[in-house]
T-cell receptor, first 109, second 115 residues
Framework: GQNIDQPTEMTATEGAIVQINCTYQ??????LFWYQQHAGEAPTFLSY????GLEEKGRFSSFLSRSKGYSYLLLKELQMKDSASYLCAVGGNDYKLSFGAGTTVTVRA | DTGVSQDPRHKITKRGQNVTFRCDPISEHNRLYWYRQTLGQGPEFLTYFQNEAQLEKSRLLSDRFSAERPKGSFSTLEIQRTEQGDSAMYLC?????????????FGPGTRLLVL
């Protein structure tokens, strides 16, 4: 089975940086994904890591360490529209996704 | 819009009624997934298809739930004899499994409320 942990909530100020950590224990691994989900909406894909290291995509970066079962999502230059839930998901055997409960990020002015 | 679409977006039904949801994936995506999400939780895997073949059903999925993807394109998820515990957001996602990699793209979801 899969066990995925991430913090429940984080608050940060507009323009700041926030790092959301995710730890996982899985029986199979085919990549780690981060999704953004605004309230009442579907998750939207942000990033994918399958090899160790940092992947950068504009204001968002994601890091993976497979040996430690650890990933983080880094949000830079926070904007009000970044207030959302951020879901860490692991692709297991046959690529099915197992999700964490999500981290609600609140950006304050 | 060439994204994943779902219909209806909202459904209110009485306990004991049957409901059916539809998902239209991104064209040429060979995989289609159904997830269920309740408030404050991440999506939970229900079932998935590769083309028209249903490859796995979660143990979460009781016999009241059935899913089809008859021609390998759109899919339907039916819940028979609905219960209040079935109230949730039902999400569909599609992907193209290619070269040992895939990314799942989600539809807007169908929010079900069972009274």
């Amino acid at each position: 089975g899969q066990n995925i942990d991430q913090p429940t909530e984080m608050t940060a100020t507009e323009g700041a940086i926030v790092q959301i950590n995710c730890t996982y224990q899985t029986s199979g691994f085919n990549g780690l994904f981060w999704y953004q989900q605004h309230a009442g909406e579907a998750p939207t894909f942000l990033s994918y890591n399958v090899l160790d290291g940092l992947e950068e995509k504009g204001r968002f970066s994601s890091f993976l360490s497979r040996s430690k079962g650890y990933s983080y999502l880094l949000l830079k230059e926070l904007q009000m529209k970044d207030s959302a839930s951020y879901l860490c998901a692991v692709g297991g055997n046959d690529y099915k996704l197992s999700f964490g409960a999500g981290t609600t990020v609140t950006v304050r002015a | 819009d060439t994204g994943v679409s779902q219909d209806p977006r909202h459904k209110i039904t009485k306990r004991g009624q049957n409901v059916t949801f539809r998902c239209d994936p991104i064209s040429e995506h060979n995989r289609l997934y159904w997830y269920r999400q309740t408030l404050g939780q991440g999506p939970e895997f229900l079932t998935y298809f590769q083309n028209e073949a249903q490859l796995e059903k979660s143990r979460l999925l009781s016999d009241r739930f059935s899913a089809e993807r008859p021609k390998g394109s759109f899919s339907t998820l039916e819940i028979q004899r609905t219960e209040q515990g079935d109230s949730a957001m039902y999400l569909c996602a599609s992907s193209l499994l290619e070269g040992g990699q895939e990314t799942q793209y989600f539809g807007p979801g169908t929010r079900l409320l069972v009274l």
